[in-house]
């Protein structure tokens, strides 16, 4: 639902999507509104999380600071053009095939994107469900990389008012270092291409190898999103008559 000029999502306790969107973008947050998002997640169970941009409003930190908020999670959001004759400068790995997912191929894209996380023991079983639900988004499509026809690699693209959003990415082990994810990268821009965008956008860790990778493929950063977490202690207290 929208609360001043906020979006707030519930898509469960513990989903990494329930939490607000554009807090403070189109309109300073007050402190009564504030209150009206914070009940929004409580009484559904959930913990509070706000996505900040730092060009929103100066008030709203100020904000989340007197509320006893803390930052959890740092995000690079970038961006690059995309020409309609798009072709990456660095060399593929002509080996590497790119394809979208076929109808009833769902389950193998889950398990092979959760494959990428297994040396994360405690997040596999997290995003082989996850990766379920995204495979069978009507508003995303998902794409394999595969190595001599076995996928090693996965991704993922939405598209929206010429807008093209990668995500998803994730390579098994043992197909780790053989250009999976440059393929897949190219292979969605050129895909969004061909569907009239002409910007692309991705978010990655600051100073990571993700970072890196997409800054040598013509990404810039836009901005540093900020998550922002409502610890229990700080709820307790702000829910205090």
Partial sequence: MEL?????????????VTQTFGLGISQPVTGPRLD???????VRGAEIFHEFCPLADPSTVALLNERGYQPTEFTSVMYRPIPKDFRLAASRNERIQ???????????WAQTAAL???ETSELEDFFKELG?????????????AELEGEAIATSALSISDGVALLAGASTIPDGRKQGA??????GRLRYAAQQGCDIAMMGALPGSGSQRNAERNGFRIAYTRVKWHLQHAAVDEVAKP
């Fill in 4 to 16: 001043g000029g906020a979006y707030a999502m519930y898509d469960g306790p513990a989903s990494p």
């Fill in 36 to 42: 009206e998002i914070e009940e929004f997640f409580r």
């Fill in 98 to 108: 790119v394809r979208l997912v076929h109808p009833g191929e769902e389950e193998l």
């Fill in 116 to 118: 990428g996380w297994s």
């Fill in 132 to 144: 379920q639900v995204s495979a069978k988004r009507t508003a995303a499509l998902s794409f394999f």
């Fill in 181 to 186: 994810q440059l393929a897949l990268l190219e």
